[in-house]
């Protein structure tokens, strides 16, 4: 017996004898909304999580003889001028 679904617009063919019972999650979605999170591209306030508290606790950046420092001032993260798709 075969099973058939959909996965996106794509039709799936299920060769198993049990049907499936669990949905499959879409995992590009989840991906994207991780990254998205991370990013904080709709949050105006980024002072404590996502990608900036990993520039925070890199920097400041010194050198062997603490002669030269790198310091992270801020970020400012924007749409894309060229997208590729």
Known sequence: ML???YSG??????FS??????????LLQLQ?????KFLMLEDKDRAD???EKVF?????????QNR???EYIGSE??????YCS
Do not use: A, C, M, W
Request: net charge neutral.
């Open 3 to 5: 099973n058939t679904l």
């Open 9 to 14: 617009n794509r039709l799936r063919v299920d």
């Open 17 to 26: 004898k049990t049907p499936q019972e669990i949905e499959v999650p879409n």
């Open 32 to 36: 994207q909304s991780s990254y998205d």
């Open 49 to 51: 999580s996502g990608i």
């Open 56 to 64: 925070q606790s890199v920097f400041p950046i010194h050198d062997t």
């Open 68 to 70: 030269l420092t790198v």
């Open 77 to 82: 993260v924007g749409k894309p001028k060229i």
